[in-house]
């Protein structure tokens, strides 16, 4: 069983691709928000970064200008101590971090604390110069570096350096900028979490109704076809689709139709070529057990002739050694003819020549002519009906056919006293229906079918070697025809009737017939 359908896996499908829009869709939402907040945060900061520096730069000047003048004694005098002291003074009116005063080669005289660590190091980083008196401010992030000279009327001491910390009017400023940062984050979030929500209902909605309508419109035709598909492996060649939709689905569903009706006609053509076959193995046995029986006779005949024929030489008759010879001679005559009809008999279906348009009328005549003296000697009379369609046959092959079944009913006239032979055509279902008709002696109902036969022959003492009409049959059957025989009884004649489906059509066989009557 299967777990899951067609319809619920493209559902799925579906509601993944849906979800995955709806994450991209939230993420660049979100990271439009950021981008907004970052501009907000950013013109904040900028705003804070002016109104420092309105105020600041000012301040910070004075300051600077304050100490400058405060440490030049002590600094002039190299007097650390006292530098100390003025660095302790000042931390009590400026949020100071660190102090650093260097002389005039720039080396740390102290840094105000009393394991002054940083003494004899060299000042990292610019200094004010004579030619610029103006405080150098570096900031970094909430802390404010000031670098001034301390000079006085003129005269220029060395330097300071105070690291500043944030005023605290300057930190409630930063603060209000990140609350309201955080404010409208949080909003944008929970914005983006209700979206997310209604959309993540919508998309299983939609992969709900997906669903379904993919179980409507594709599902359900699959598993029919696919039932269809599983009859047909089963061999129910009987199990049509109806469904006609214009889609894929409906060419798939037309092609398993026409799947199954070629898998049918290929089935009774197999039905079909299996009877043929057995039809013809059950031929050949008969043919095997006739012709060892057929050929077994000449040859007991030579044998028992032609020990006759010893015993009547040494007696000295030589009248009955010439009668013995004669006969073995008809033996082996006989033995002659039958061995080439049975080589023309296994040529029929291999050797075809290449089939023409053939003017039955015609070949009538040649076949009446060719047996014109055995036909003369009985004062058989044949007709001919006007007007015989053309064919489209092989011509050599059915010269045989036509010269088999003349010269049969020429064998065969019984005790007629005006024999006639009648060649013609009639129109059957659907079908023309050649004949070649006599008054002679007839057959026998039980016969019909049998005279076909290999070797059969009604008349075991007449001439021929009984193969004459299974040539017939195997000629017709060749060119994919049918051939048999129709009689009323013993004395009322007999008619052979053979089809071809390779007849012209009637607008062709005017000019052919005309250009036969020219001829």
Known sequence: MRTSSIGTRYATYVAALALALVVV??????????????????????????????????????????????????????????????????????????????????????????????????????????ATPTPILVRRGTETELRFRVAAGGVAAGWGIVTLAEPPWQASLRRLEERRTAELWSGHRTSLLSLGGLVLIATLGLGLLTSLLLSRTLARPLTEMSRAAEEIASGNLDHPLTLDSPDELGDLARALNRMATDLRAHEEALRAERSDLAAKNAELERFNYTVSHDLKTPLVTIRGFAGLAGTDLVAGHSDAVRKDLGRIVAAADKMH???????????????????????????????????????????????????????????????????????????????QTRPQIEVGCRQGEGERVFYVRDNGLGLEPRFLERVFGLFEKLDPGGQGTGVGLALVRRIIEAHGGRVWAESEGLGHGSSFCFTLPGAAPAAAQAPAQAAAAAS
Do not use: C, M
């Open 25 to 130: 869709a939230l993420a660049a939402a979100g990271a439009i928000a950021l981008g907004q907040l970052r501009v907000v945060q950013q013109e904040l900061r900028k705003a804070v970064a002016a109104a420092r520096a309105a105020d600041d730069e000012r301040a910070l000047d004075g300051a600077a200008r304050y100490l400058g003048v405060h440490l030049f004694n002590p600094l002039y005098q190299l007097d650390v101590e006292r530098l100390n002291e003025a660095i302790e003074q000042t931390r009590t009116w400026l949020p100071v971090v660190s102090f650093l005063v260097a002389d005039r080669d720039g080396l740390i005289l102290t840094d105000g604390t009393s394991t002054n660590t940083s003494y004899g190091e060299g000042v990292l980083g610019p200094l004010p110069r004579d």
């Open 337 to 415: 003819r039958l061995l080439d009809d049975l080589l023309e008999l296994s040529r029929i279906g291999r050797v075809v020549h290449p089939p023409e348009d053939v003017a039955l009328s015609d070949l009538v005549r040649e076949v009446v002519e060719l047996l014109k003296g055995q036909l003369e000697l009985k004062g058989v009379v044949v007709e001919v009906a006007p007007h015989l369609p053309v064919v489209r046959a092989d011509r050599r092959r059915l010269l045989e056919v036509l010269q088999n079944l003349i010269g049969n009913a020429g064998k065969f006239t019984g005790a």
